[in-house]
C-alpha cells in the first residue's frame, strides 16, 4: 500500500494510517472487541438491501410492517449502564454517508422503499411518511401470492395435526387431572425453605430406587375396562373405529386428498418467487442474528452468571433421537460380553445349526475367546468405509460381523427373551438416573412381519422392569415390505398395517387383553419410520394402488409409509384421546438424504422429524419449518459418517436463522466414544461451530421442549412458562428476541390473510 490510508478507529472517526500500518492492524485480534467483524456484518446486510428487488426481496418487504427491527427496542438495544458499542458512531464516517445515498438511490429507483434512514452502518429503517400506503400498493401483487402460498401450506399443515391430534395440548396426557402414570413420577429435588430462625437447611437428596424399575409391580397397574366400539380395516387400508351413531370418530384424510394436498405443497416450493423469497427471509434471519449477537452477547453471559447453581451441565437436556440397539458405548458393550463369558459360559443362547449352543460354544464355533476380544475385534464403529455405505453401516450391528452375536445380545426377542439386552439397557438407564439431568428417548423396533410382535415387546418391557423416569419409548418401523414379502411372510401391504396398528386397536378396546401392552404404551411417545433413503423410488404406477392390491415386490414410496401410519395412528389417537389414554405423534427420519419430496410428506403430516440436513436445499420448506417452529432432532456426527462431513453440516445456520433444532446421538455405539455419549456430541459441537454456553443452554431447552415427556414434568424442567431463567440458563433478551423475530416473520406472511 503506498502513502498512508484512511480508516475509521474505534471511536467511529476518520483516521490517517501510516504506511503498512493499516495490514498489521486488520491481522490483530481483541479478545474483547472485534470492530471489523462487526463492521462486515452490517456491510453484509447494507449489500443485500442495495441490490435487493422491491418485488421479491425479503428485506424490502420487511421495511413496511413488524418484520423490521430497531435498535431502539428492548431486545436488541443494549442494557442501561453499558457502554455503547462503536458501531454506534461510524455513521459520521465519509464511508457510511456513500452507503447511505447510495442506498437511497437504488431503492428509490427500484420503487419503493427510498424513505429510509440508514442506522448503525447501513441498517435500513423504516420511515412513517404517506408514502408508506403506496408502497404497499406496489409489493401487494406480486407479494400476495406468496404470501398466500405460505398461509395454504401452513393451514394444510395445522389441518393434518389437528385432524391426529398432534398438536400441544391434544394429549390427554398433559392434563394432570386426568392422567396416571404408573409408576408415579418422583417430586422435585427442591431445596429445603429456610428455618425459623432464618439460617438454611441441609439439602437432602430425596430417596429413589437403588436400582432402575424396582419398584414396578404389575399388580398395581389399574386396567381401564372394555369400550363397547368397534373397528375394523376399510378399504383404503386405514383402520377405522364407529361410534354409537355409525360415524367414524376420526375425519381421516383418503390418500387421494393427501396426495393433492401433497402436490400443493410440491408445487409452492418449487415456485422461483416463493424460493427466492424465502432464500432471502432466511439470508435476513441470519443477519439479524448476528447483529443481536454482536449487540448482546456479553450481556447475556454476564446474565447467566447471576444465576445461581445453573450452568450447561445441570440443566435437563433430552436425547430425542437414539436407537435402542445402540444406546451404549462400544467399551460398555465389550466390558459386557468379557463379564459374561467369565461368568455365565455355559448358558444356553441360542439355537443355531440344528442344537442349542452355550455362550462359550458360540465363542468357540468363531474361534475367539475372551481375551481376543477388543474394541477393534467388535469393528462396530462406522469409520469411512461407510461414508454413503448404508448397507455397510447396517452389518455394523454385527458385533465381530457375525448376525449370532447380535441375535445374543442385541435382541429382544431370542432364546433368552432379551434378557442380556435387558441388563444391559438397566445398566444405560442407572447411567442416566446417577446424571440426573440427561434423558433419552429411545427408538425400538416394531417390524411388521406378525402381529405378536407388541406383545412380545411389552412383555420384555414390562417383566424386565425397564422403567427410568429419565427414559420414554418411540416405536420405529423400518421400510422392509420389499424384504418380507420375499420371504412369504406378507402377501399384500395391508398384512403390514393389519401386524403393526391391529395390536394397538384392541388393547385400546379392552386394556385387559393386552395388559402388559397397555402398561408399555403409556411410556410410549410416538412412532417413527427409518430405512435407507438414499434408495431409488422407482415410480411404476401412475396412480399407487390401495394397500389390498399392493402385492408385488416392489417397495411402497417414502410418501406411501407416511400416510398409512399416519392416518391409521390418527384414527388411533381420536378414539385413546376418548378413553383419555395417551395419544402418539408421528417423528419420522426424514431429510438425511435421498429425495427433498420426503420433507414435504413429514411437513404435512408430521410433528418433528430427525436430520432434516436435505432442508439446506430447500429454502421455501425450511422457511415453513422455521415459521411452524417444527422440532428438528439433527446429529452432526451420525451425519458426518454417512452423508455429510462435519464441516459442511447445516445445523449451525439453522439454529442461528432460528429453527427449532436440537442435538442428539442417533447410535452412540457407531459414533461415540464415552460413556456420556450426549455430552460429547455437545462437546463437539461446541468446539467446531462455537457454541456459546447460552446457546448450548438455549438447545438443551429445545431438546425439552421437542421431546415426549408430559407437559408437568417439563414445567418442572424448565419453569412454568417453559422460558425460566433460572430453569433453562437462556438469559430472557435471548428469549424474546427468538419469539419476536418469529412473531414478525409470521405476521409479514399472514398480515394480509
Not at 401450506?153 to 402414570?181: F, T
Not at 384424510?253 to 423469497?277: C, N, Q, V, W
Not at 465363542?363 to 475367539?368: A, E, G, I, K, T
Not at 445374543?408 to 439431568?437: H, M, P
Amino acid at each position: 500500500m503506498c502513502g498512508g490510508s484512511r480508516a475509521i478507529n474505534i471511536r467511529g472517526t476518520p483516521t490517517t494510517t501510516p504506511p503498512n500500518e493499516g495490514e498489521d492492524s486488520f491481522d490483530k485480534e481483541d479478545p474483547y472487541y472485534d470492530f471489523h467483524t462487526e463492521r462486515k456484518h452490517f456491510d453484509e446486510a447494507q449489500k443485500h438491501v442495495i441490490h435487493a428487488s422491491p418485488a421479491l426481496s425479503a428485506l424490502s418487504s420487511s421495511f413496511h410492517g413488524p418484520s423490521s427491527f430497531s435498535l431502539n427496542d428492548p431486545v436488541l438495544h443494549m442494557s442501561p449502564g453499558r457502554k455503547p458499542s462503536a458501531i454506534n458512531h461510524t455513521s459520521s464516517g465519509a464511508g457510511h454517508n456513500i452507503a447511505e445515498a447510495a442506498g437511497r438511490q437504488a431503492l428509490s429507483k427500484e420503487g419503493g422503499s427510498g424513505n429510509m434512514e440508514m442506522l448503525n452502518g447501513g441498517m435500513p429503517m423504516p420511515l412513517s411518511t404517506e408514502n408508506e400506503a403506496l408502497e404497499d400498493d406496489v409489493l401487494v401483487p406480486e407479494l400476495l401470492a406468496i404470501y398466500k402460498s405460505v398461509q395454504r401450506c401452513i393451514d394444510l399443515r395445522h389441518k393434518y395435526l389437528a385432524r391426529s391430534l398432534q398438536r400441544d395440548g391434544d394429549n390427554p396426557k398433559d392434563d394432570p387431572e386426568q392422567w396416571q402414570v404408573y409408576p408415579p413420577v418422583p417430586p422435585p429435588a427442591w431445596q429445603p425453605p429456610p428455618s425459623k430462625d432464618g439460617r438454611p437447611q441441609p439439602y437432602v437428596k430425596p430417596v429413589g430406587d437403588s436400582i432402575p424399575g424396582e419398584g414396578f409391580n404389575l399388580d398395581e397397574c389399574p386396567v381401564p375396562k372394555a369400550d363397547p366400539l368397534n373397528f375394523d380395516m376399510d378399504a383404503n387400508g386405514v383402520y377405522q373405529v364407529l361410534d354409537e351413531r355409525g360415524q367414524a370418530l376420526a375425519d381421516v384424510p383418503t390418500i387421494r386428498d393427501y396426495y393433492l394436498d401433497l402436490e400443493a405443497i410440491h408445487d409452492a416450493s418449487s415456485e422461483g418467487p416463493a424460493k427466492s423469497f424465502a432464500f432471502r427471509r432466511l439470508q435476513y434471519l441470519e443477519v439479524k442474528w448476528n447483529s443481536y449477537i454482536l449487540l448482546n452477547e456479553f450481556q447475556e453471559l454476564a446474565d447467566t452468571k447471576k444465576v445461581p447453581h445453573r450452568d450447561f451441565y445441570n440443566v435437563r437436556k433430552v436425547d430425542t433421537h437414539v436407537h435402542h440397539s445402540a444406546c451404549m458405548n462400544q467399551k460398555h458393550l465389550l466390558r459386557f460380553i468379557k463379564a459374561k463369558l467369565k461368568k455365565s459360559p455355559d448358558e444356553t443362547v441360542i439355537f443355531r445349526d440344528g442344537k442349542y449352543l452355550s455362550l462359550a460354544e458360540v465363542f468357540d464355533s468363531l474361534n475367539l475367546t475372551a481375551y481376543d476380544l477388543s474394541i477393534d475385534t467388535l469393528d462396530m464403529h462406522a469409520h469411512k468405509d461407510s461414508f454413503h455405505r448404508f448397507d455397510k453401516f447396517n452389518l455394523k450391528y454385527n458385533p465381530i460381523g457375525e448376525s449370532r452375536l447380535r441375535t445374543v445380545f442385541l435382541k429382544t426377542d431370542n432364546d433368552i427373551s432379551g434378557r442380556y439386552l435387558a441388563e444391559i439397557t438397566r445398566e444405560v438407564f442407572t447411567d442416566l438416573e446417577q446424571s440426573k439431568y440427561q434423558m433419552a428417548e429411545y427408538r425400538i423396533s416394531i417390524y411388521g412381519r406378525s402381529e405378536d410382535e407388541w406383545d412380545k415387546l411389552a412383555a420384555w418391557v414390562v417383566d424386565h422392569k425397564l422403567f427410568s423416569h429419565n427414559v420414554r419409548w418411540l416405536i420405529q418401523i423400518p421400510r422392509l415390505y420389499n424384504i418380507y414379502k420375499d420371504s412369504g411372510l406378507v402377501q399384500d401391504f395391508s398384512d403390514i398395517i393389519r401386524n403393526i396398528f391391529r395390536p394397538l386397536f384392541e388393547v385400546t378396546r379392552d386394556p385387559a387383553s393386552h395388559p402388559k401392552l397397555h402398561v408399555f404404551l403409556q411410556r410410549v411417545v410416538g412412532f417413527d419410520s427409518v430405512d435407507d433413503e438414499s434408495k431409488q423410488e422407482r415410480r411404476i404406477y401412475r396412480k399407487f394402488p390401495l394397500p389390498k392390491a399392493w402385492d408385488n415386490r416392489q417397495n411402497p414410496p417414502y410418501s406411501y409409509y407416511i400416510y398409512y401410519m399416519y392416518a391409521n395412528m390418527a384414527s388411533l389417537n381420536a378414539w385413546r384421546a376418548r378413553r383419555h389414554f395417551n395419544t402418539f405423534v408421528l417423528r419420522p427420519h426424514c431429510g438425511e438424504a435421498g429425495d427433498t419430496d420426503h420433507l414435504a410428506a413429514a411437513f404435512l403430516t408430521s410433528q418433528a422429524i430427525s436430520h432434516g440436513i436435505q432442508l439446506r436445499k430447500t429454502p421455501f420448506l425450511q422457511y415453513l419449518f422455521y415459521l411452524d417452529q417444527i422440532g428438528i432432532a439433527m446429529s452432526p456426527l451420525s451425519n458426518n459418517a454417512l452423508f455429510l462431513t462435519y464441516d459442511k453440516n447445516p445445523f449451525p445456520t439453522f439454529f442461528r436463522r432460528g429453527l427449532n433444532v436440537s442435538i442428539s446421538t442417533d447410535d452412540p455405539l457407531m459414533f461415540h466414544l464415552t460413556r456420556e455419549a450426549l455430552i460429547e456430541e455437545y462437546s463437539i459441537a461446541t468446539q467446531i461451530y462455537r457454541l456459546s454456553s447460552v446457546d448450548t443452554c438455549e438447545l438443551a431447552k429445545n431438546s425439552v421442549r421437542q421431546s415426549g415427556f408430559e407437559l408437568e414434568i417439563k414445567k418442572i424442567w424448565l419453569g412454568e412458562t417453559l422460558e425460566a431463567i433460572d430453569k433453562t440458563n437462556v438469559p430472557l433478551p435471548r428469549t424474546r428476541f427468538r419469539q419476536q423475530t418469529l412473531g414478525e416473520e409470521l405476521d409479514l406472511c399472514f398480515k394480509k390473510r
